[in-house]
């Protein structure tokens, strides 16, 4: 079955306590995307890559950091989370090329920062 | 550059009433747009896509949208609403990078 899986669906922590959350896709995309949503704020893009290797910044990548060193994995890093990091988080797999893109989303990791 | 717009961050339809959710985007190029829905604690899961083969597409659960050129607009209908569409729908648009709407939450009443 096609699936993007995402680890934790729930965290709590503290402040400044590193944490990473994993994300893992089984579609061969190249394309994957971290996106945050908060409520009234819609989805917002953190941080996406276009293939192992190759990560860009999205609209809100502060405090963040992420890496592709295999195809199917895609970790969202939180060297040191702050309160205002709580949030619903969401990693996107997106097949691409043809006429447009589709986007597969994990089921989301609902982080608490204390 | 490419946004969307929906119109109004929660709506209210009876048990059986039409549903409309309204989206206007702007696109410097002919878009491709997408109707998203997300359950309660759940992720986004496609609805429906426009991709130019038709300008009225139709999509599971009984929606569909209408993609209309003149008005920049793709509002998602269905003619009776039930209970278990209650939950959040997204517009987006996409010229290669997808730009989400802010969501519609709509809310079922019996």
């Known amino acids: 079955e096609a699936q993007v899986t995402q680890n934790p669906r729930y965290l709590i922590t503290v402040t400044g306590k590193k944490l990473t959350v994993t994300c893992s896709q089984n579609m061969n995309h190249e394309y994957m995307s971290w996106y945050r949503q908060d409520p009234g704020l819609g989805l917002r893009q953190i941080y996406y890559s276009m293939n192992v290797e190759v990560t860009d910044k999205g609209d809100v990548p502060e405090g963040y950091k992420v890496s592709r060193k295999e195809k199917r994995n895609f970790p969202l890093i939180l060297e040191s989370p702050s309160p205002n990091q709580t949030s619903l988080y969401f990693c996107?797999?997106?097949?691409?090329?043809?006429?447009?893109?589709?986007?597969?989303f994990g089921p989301g990791t609902r982080l608490t920062v204390l | 550059a490419q946004s969307v717009t929906q119109l109004g961050s929660h709506v209210s339809v009876s048990e059986g009433a039409l549903v409309l959710l309204r989206c206007n985007y702007s696109?410097?190029?002919?878009?491709?747009l997408f109707w998203y829905v997300q359950y309660p604690n759940q992720g986004l899961q496609l609805l429906l896509k426009y991709t130019s083969a038709a300008t009225l597409v139709k999509g599971i659960n009984g929606f569909e949208a209408e993609f209309k050129k003149s008005e920049t607009s793709f509002h998602l209908t269905k003619p009776s609403a039930h209970m278990s569409d209650a939950a959040e729908y997204f517009c987006a648009v996409s010229e290669g990078k997808i730009i989400f709407g802010k969501g519609t939450r709509l809310h079922i009443l019996p």
């Open positions: 996107a797999s997106t097949r691409t090329g043809g006429l447009y893109n589709e986007q597969f």
């Open positions: 696109s410097s190029v002919p878009p491709y």
